[in-house]
């Protein structure tokens, strides 16, 4: 399920946003001003954001701005601001698309839709191999390696690398980790991730995977 992060100061908007979306087959969660929205990102796995411009405490281009410091995810703005100045420093900020108020909730569910298809278009193509230190992904063939000896890892255990690698820096709860892989409702124990966790570590001999108590799992962004 598709996770996509709300960020809008309007209830009324909130609502009718967060139902619809939900209607349609996404997951959502809420952030009511700029600063909530940086600290989600940071701590919670999207797939895209939909973000008033108008937020108290920091606006949505500065949201924007920072969030494009460490990261590609997909961004809609949704904005009563009509002029041309602000949506060409939308697009300054690779906004994905720009929508301004009223707008048509059929139409930016189709927006949403052809957005996140480019995106994923655009990861499949621009993310074959994944470099890290002496660590080697190739997603095509889902192989491994490290200082170029190959290492077999089981398809949940490559996964759950891949997507800590793709998204270092960001702590990744068990709980994202399994919404994002398994795809469906887990109702098992959240605690099958630390196995496989604690498998990677053992098979590859790394230690760049951090545990953050109480929380999840990250690797640091490298430099």
Request: hydrophobic share 40%.
């Amino acid at each position: 399920m598709q996770h996509i992060l709300i960020v809008e100061d309007d209830l009324d908007i909130q609502n009718l946003l967060k139902n619809f979306l939900q209607e349609v087959g996404y997951k959502t969660t809420i952030a009511n001003d700029g600063i909530e929205a940086v600290s989600l990102f940071s701590s919670e796995y999207f797939d895209l954001i939909l973000m008033d411009v108008m937020l108290p405490k920091i606006d949505g281009f500065s949201v924007c701005e920072l969030i494009r410091k460490q990261s590609q995810i997909p961004i809609i703005m949704l904005t009563a601001l009509s002029g041309e100045e602000e949506q060409i420093k939308g697009l300054d900020l690779q906004v994905d698309d720009y929508i301004t108020k009223p707008f048509s909730m059929p139409i930016l569910i189709r927006k949403i839709a052809a957005v996140l298809r480019r995106s994923s278009i655009m990861h499949e193509q621009e993310n074959q191999t994944i470099l890290y230190r002496n660590l080697v992904l190739d997603l095509d063939s889902y192989t491994t390696s490290v200082n170029g000896d190959p290492y077999d890892l089981t398809q949940r255990e490559f996964e759950i690398l891949r997507e800590l690698l793709l998204n270092q820096g960001r702590v990744l709860t068990r709980h994202n980790l399994l919404d994002r892989l398994w795809k469906y409702d887990f109702y098992g124990d959240e605690r099958v991730v630390d196995t496989h966790i604690k498998n990677l570590r053992k098979k590859l001999g790394i230690d760049f995977i951090q545990t953050i108590r109480g929380v999840g799992y990250k690797i640091d962004k490298e430099s």
